[in-house]
């Protein structure tokens, strides 16, 4: 099985930096403008890859319009985490007031090429939905929905 201190190491060389995991196994890269961070799970069969993609605006409740923003770029996360459809099996989640996506990835038969490439796909990802998130629109209104993803509902 392959380690992540290893994986690393040969992803380093692939890729032609050094790459080593800092005293809490977190290890990071740039790929085409985007940070991506690695993160060992605890059993140590996994790594878990992530980048933060939105600073959520403040909570001020004395600015109606950052309000307005804030809402719409969670309802945005929210929308787009649903199904998994636009984050091709990703996650998003909220780290204090961070948008975060992540993705997990087995170490199991993961070579180093493997990891190049799976970080470009991330990274474009992470990209896109930080683009989308950007361009939420201010609108609170909220209703029901107008129809339902019917495609992903199996009997």
Known sequence: MTTYEALLGELGK?????????????????VENVIVLFKPEANGESVTLFSVVATLPSRSSDDMKKG???EATIRTALSLNLFGNDTLGGHLGLFVDTLVFSRNLSLAGL???ALADQLVVFARLADGIADKLKAAP????????TSFPIDFIRA
Do not use: V
């Open 138 to 145: 201010e609108s609170t209104e909220a209703g029901p929905p």
């Open 14 to 30: 692939e890729l032609g930096l050094d790459i080593a995991p800092g005293s809490d196994g977190i290890a990071q890269i740039i």
């Open 68 to 70: 307005a923003a804030r």
């Open 111 to 113: 070579s180093a090429e």
